[in-house]
């Protein structure tokens, strides 16, 4: 079946503006993450998702930085007035269950606020 | 000091070598992960242990919790093998999210 994607790869927006990031986990799997992955960093992690709700957001840098997951599956995370210490590789992965579960990620969202 | 420590940072060695990459932790800890991500992004679970070993083809992944600290072996590398390798770690207290090493980056040369 089909993994973990998302929309766009890269986003090349300027600073101050406002962006989302789509992550489509695998069908079926109720957790859902985000990280962000800076150049030559291991990533970070931002907040994760058990079905609906944010389980832990406690990752996001700022009150700029929102994520929803309104069904339990799509998810989307939205950067309010962009800026450039921004610009990083933003990840999303599913698993089947929260916690100890192999975490499938998708190929990233390149961000470049200029 | 971050809680997941990789070394070394870089390694670079002939195909054919026999490859340890090492990943210390200084959490309680439920699981940990071995990620392999090769350039451009893309992230795949290798390995999840909280005791033992595993292996996969050329890959061992070995877990020592008592010392915590992990090992990833690679036998008879291959320039295909030559990939950043990423530790993870899920922490026993609270949360469930990924602690992440800063990599290691593997480079096999012909």
């Known amino acids: 079946g089909a993994g973990v994607s998302q929309t766009p790869s890269n986003k090349v927006t300027e600073k101050g503006k406002y962006v989302e990031l789509r992550c489509d986990p695998i069908?079926?799997?109720?957790?859902l993450y985000w990280y962000r992955q800076s150049l030559g960093q291991g990533p970070e992690f931002l907040i994760y998702f058990q079905g609906t709700g944010a389980a832990d957001d406690s990752g996001l840098p700022n009150d700029r930085f929102f994520a929803v997951r309104p069904e339990g599956s799509v998810s989307t995370l939205k950067i309010q007035r962009t800026e450039r210490g921004d610009s990083a590789v933003y990840l999303c992965?599913?698993?089947?269950?929260?916690?100890?579960?192999?975490?499938?990620f998708g190929p990233g969202t390149r961000l470049t606020v200029l | 000091k971050n809680e997941v420590e990789q070394s070394p940072q870089n390694l670079t060695a002939q195909e054919g070598e026999f490859i340890t990459i090492n990943c210390s932790y200084s959490v309680g800890i439920s699981a940990l992960h071995w990620l392999q991500q090769h350039p451009g992004g893309g992230i795949v679970s290798l390995f999840m242990?909280?005791?033992g070993k595993k292996k996969h083809g050329r890959l061992i992944a070995t877990i020592n919790i008592q010392e915590k600290h992990s090992s990833l072996h690679i036998t008879a590398s291959h320039p295909r093998d030559s990939a950043v390798y990423i530790c993870a770690v899920i922490p026993y207290q609270g949360a469930q999210k990924l602690v992440f090493g800063q990599g290691t980056r593997l480079t096999i040369n012909p």
């Open positions: 992965a599913s698993s089947l269950m929260l916690g100890a579960d192999t975490q499938y």
């Open positions: 069908s079926g799997h109720t957790a």
């Open positions: 242990l909280s005791s």
